[in-house]
C-alpha cells in the first residue's frame, strides 16, 4: 500500500517531533492499518543508524580535507554532535515504535479473536422438540429439519409455527471459566432452560458475558433459572424487558401485551411505554398492554376458571383469521389460508380460524371433567370442519392438542348459522404428544379449519361449558 503525500508529511511531522496532538489519532490510525507506513519508519531508522556510524567513525579517523584535530572545535564537528543526537534519537524511537505497535496490533488481533470465538460460542441447544418447528440462523440460512442437539448461536431466528408446537432450550454458560483464559469445563453446563411452544417466534441475541438475552415476537414461554444457573436471563417483548437470574415464570406475549407470571424467585420487568422498573415475586403476574396502559400493576395470581366464552376487545387480532365484525353478539372471524408442510410430503393449504385464549379471559382457563366445546359458525359450502384446541400445563408449556372431524352432515345447510357442541372426551389427543387427556390442564387456543377446500369457513362464537353449568342449565 503505497503512501500519499499528506500521509508522508504526517511521518515527517513525527520524525522532526513537531506532530500536532489532535493528528496523533491519525497517525495512529496510519501505523495500524498500513503496512507502507511502518517500513517507512523503519528504513528511516536503518539509514538514521548508518548515518550515525559514519559519522562516528569520520570523528574517530578524521577528515584529510580538513584541519587536524587540535585543542580548538571545528564548526562542522560542533554542528555534528547535536545531528548524531538526532539520529541516534530518532532510530531509538521508531524501534520502539514498530516494535510497539507489533505488540499492539498482535493483541489487538488476539483480542478480536477472543471476541470473534465468543461470538461464535453457542448460546443454547436444542434439548426436545416437537410439532412444527422452525429455524433460520444468523446467516440467513433455514435449518431443515431441526434436530435435538442443534446448537443455537446469537443471532438465529427459531419459530414454532403450530399451537402443539414446543422447543426445549438449554442454556449455554458463557465466557471462560478463569481469569487467565482457561477452556470453560465443559460438564459446568447451566441448569437454566427456557421452553417455547404454540405460535411463537424466539429470536436470540448477543449478551455480556454470564447473560442470555433474546426476543419474543409472540408467543410463550417458560423460564426455569433456579439459583444453581449462573448468569441473567433476558427476554424482550413489542412492550416489556423481562429479567431472570434466579426465577421460574412463564411469559405470554402478543404484539401489543406480554403477561409475565412468577411461579418461584421472582423477576423485574421494564414497561417500555413508561419506563417503570416492577418487581413480580412467586405467585405474582403483571399485565402490560398497550390497550389499556392504566391498569399496568402487579397483583396476586387469580384463581383458575372453569368457564370460558370467546370475548375479542376493538383492537384485538385472532391469532389466525381474520376479522369480518367487532360488534357485540356479532363476532364474525373468517377463515385464512395456511401452508401446512409435512415430514417428506408436499404441504397440505388449510384453512383456520384460531383463538388464543389466555388474550380472552383474565384468569388461567382449566379443564375439568364433562366439560363441553360449544362452537357457533358458518359455512358457504359444504365441509368437513375439524374442530380442536390446545392446553399447557398450568402456569407452564405446551401438553398437548386434541382434535376431532365434524362431516358436513352434522353442521346447517350452506349460509346458515350452526351451533355444535362437543364433549372433552369425543376429542382425540395427537399422536406422539406428552398427555392422552386435556383435564386438569390449562386451554391455551381453540380453532377450527377445513382441509385443502376454502368453504367460507367463520367463527362467531366459542364457549367452554363445565359440567355444573349444564347440570343447571338442564335443570
Known amino acids: 500500500m503505497n503512501l500519499s503525500d499528506a500521509e508522508q508529511e504526517l511521518l515527517m511531522q513525527f520524525i522532526d517531533r513537531t506532530l500536532a496532538a489532535d493528528d496523533e489519532p491519525r497517525l495512529n490510525q496510519l501505523l495500524q492499518h498500513n503496512a507502507s507506513a511502518r517500513q517507512f ?34 564548526a562542522q564537528s560542533l554542528a555534528e554532535r547535536p545531528r548524531r543526537s538526532w539520529i541516534g534519537g530518532l532510530a531509538v524511537v521508531t524501534v520502539c515504535l514498530v516494535l510497539g505497535g507489533a505488540l499492539w496490533g498482535a493483541e489487538r488481533l488476539w483480542s478480536a479473536r477472543q471476541r470473534v470465538l465468543l461470538d461464535n460460542e453457542p448460546c443454547a441447544r436444542i434439548q426436545q422438540l416437537g410439532g412444527l418447528v422452525q429455524l433460520l440462523n444468523g446467516r440467513g440460512q433455514f435449518v431443515s429439519p431441526v434436530q435435538p442437539g442443534q446448537p443455537l448461536r446469537a443471532g438465529d431466528l427459531l419459530r414454532t409455527q403450530s399451537s402443539d408446537a414446543w422447543v426445549e432450550l438449554q442454556l449455554q454458560p458463557s465466557g471462560p471459566a478463569s481469569e487467565s483464559g482457561a477452556p470453560r469445563d465443559a460438564g459446568a453446563a447451566s441448569t437454566a432452560s427456557l421452553i417455547v411452544s404454540g405460535h411463537s ?20 414461554l417458560w423460564i426455569d433459572s433456579p439459583p444453581t444457573s449462573r448468569g441473567e436471563v433476558s427476554v424482550t417483548t413489542m412492550v416489556a424487558e423481562i429479567h431472570a437470574s434466579q426465577a421460574v415464570c412463564s411469559l405470554q406475549s402478543s404484539a401489543d401485551e406480554s403477561i409475565v407470571r412468577v411461579k418461584a424467585g421472582e423477576a423485574w420487568v421494564f414497561e417500555r411505554l413508561t419506563s417503570r422498573r416492577l418487581t413480580v415475586r412467586a405467585g405474582e403476574e403483571v399485565t402490560i398492554s398497550l390497550l389499556r396502559p392504566e391498569a399496568t400493576r402487579v397483583v396476586r395470581q387469580p384463581a383458575s376458571v372453569a368457564q370460558w366464552q370467546l370475548r375479542l376487545p376493538e383492537g384485538r387480532e385472532a391469532s ?36 388464543a385464549a389466555w388474550q380472552c379471559s383474565d384468569s388461567p382457563v382449566v379443564l375439568t371433567p364433562g366439560s363441553r366445546l360449544r362452537y357457533r359458525g358458518r359455512l358457504q359450502r359444504p365441509q368437513m370442519v375439524r374442530f380442536g384446541f390446545s392446553t399447557a400445563r398450568v402456569q407452564g408449556v405446551f401438553a398437548g392438542k386434541f382434535e376431532i372431524d365434524i362431516p358436513a352432515e352434522r353442521l346447517a345447510a350452506s349460509g346458515e348459522e350452526w351451533e355444535i357442541e362437543i364433549p372433552l372426551a369425543d376429542f382425540h389427543p395427537l399422536p406422539t404428544q406428552a398427555v392422552d387427556s386435556p383435564l386438569g390442564m390449562e386451554l391455551t387456543d381453540v380453532y377450527a379449519l377445513t382441509i385443502t377446500t376454502d368453504a367460507g369457513l367463520e367463527l362467531h362464537d366459542i364457549e367452554l361449558l363445565p359440567a355444573t353449568l349444564l347440570l343447571e342449565q338442564n335443570q
Request: glycine share 12%.
Open 41 to 74: 519508519l523503519q528504513d528511516m531508522a536503518e539509514l538514521a543508524i548508518v548515518v550515525a556510524d559514519r559519522a562516528r567513525l569520520r570523528a574517530a579517523v578524521g577528515d584529510g580535507g580538513r584541519t587536524p584535530p587540535g585543542t580548538g572545535r571545528p
Open 201 to 220: 417466534g424466539v429470536k436470540l441475541l448477543a449478551a455480556p458475558q454470564g447473560a442470555r438475552s433474546f426476543v419474543l415476537e409472540r408467543g410463550s
Open 320 to 355: 389466525f383469521g381474520t376479522i369480518l365484525s367487532h360488534t357485540p353478539g356479532e363476532l364474525r372471524i373468517r377463515a385464512a389460508p395456511l401452508l401446512w408442510p409435512l415430514p417428506e410430503r408436499e404441504p397440505v393449504l388449510l384453512h383456520v380460524v384460531a383463538i
